[in-house]
């Protein structure tokens, strides 16, 4: 079972208690949803598989890349000094490269309006808690296989990404950021990988039939 954007609502859990939370746990309240049927949907996919996963990695190479690239050209490091460490797209093109045998993309094209801080963090509570979540799932990568590069799932081992995006997520809130839009943000975020993993899992299943 695969649960990839699960564990940031485990981790807004824990500190329900503590001041300053209204939007992260706006986030994880409004978005319930949207997160809720791309969890079902990528728990399709079976990671000891190497063909599951391959199209695991290639839902992500469908959304994460553009996701990034969109966000920093709108200013996603005025945000978030750190963005060079957190950003992924480097180590998934490497582990895309090292498979042998890849999905067939599909002519996906996600839009993104990043224009505003509340639209860019909203955005990067997805992404951030997309990287807590393969924590979980790095466990069930068959180890030493080539068949099964783990560099995007492994990204940020050891270091506090996740603690120090909810730290600046806290600060933007009390500084009054515009929570309906970091709301719609994430939801289209959540939407957007949906929509990726449907085209895929469709496509694969043609190809399958003929």
């Known amino acids: 079972m695969t649960l990839t954007f699960t564990t940031q609502r485990d981790m807004l859990d824990?500190?329900?208690?503590?001041?300053?939370?209204?939007?992260?746990?706006?986030?994880?309240?409004?978005?319930?949803?949207?997160?809720?049927?791309?969890?079902?949907?990528m728990s399709t996919f079976v990671l000891d598989d190497p063909t599951d996963y391959a199209r695991f990695l290639t839902v992500h190479d469908?959304?994460?890349?553009?996701?990034?690239?969109?966000?920093?050209?709108?200013?996603?490091?005025?945000?978030?000094?750190?963005?060079?460490?957190?950003?992924?797209?480097?180590?998934?093109?490497?582990?895309?490269?090292?498979?042998?045998?890849?999905?067939?993309?599909?002519?996906?094209?996600?839009?993104?309006?990043?224009?505003?801080?509340?639209?860019?963090?909203?955005a990067a509570y997805v992404l951030e808690g997309s990287r807590m979540g393969a924590r979980m799932l790095v466990d069930k990568v068959p180890e030493g296989d080539s068949r099964f590069p783990t560099r995007f799932l492994r990204h940020g081992e050891g270091e506090r990404l996740w603690p120090g995006f909810i730290q600046m997520l806290d600060t933007a809130d009390g500084a009054g950021l515009q929570q309906e839009r970091a709301i719609a943000e994430a939801e289209h975020m959540f939407d957007s990988y949906r929509r990726a993993a449907e085209a895929l899992l469709k496509a694969e299943s043609l190809k399958t039939v003929l």
């Open 62 to 122: 469908m959304v994460l890349p553009a996701a990034e690239r969109a966000l920093e050209e709108s200013g996603i490091a005025r945000d978030l000094p750190d963005w060079p460490r957190r950003r992924r797209r480097a180590a998934l093109h490497d582990d895309l490269a090292e498979l042998s045998d890849r999905p067939q993309r599909p002519a996906l094209q996600p839009s993104f309006d990043f224009s505003s801080q509340a639209a860019r963090l909203g």
């Open 14 to 41: 824990r500190s329900a208690d503590k001041p300053a939370v209204r939007l992260r746990m706006a986030l994880r309240h409004e978005t319930r949803e949207a997160h809720q049927a791309l969890d079902d949907l």
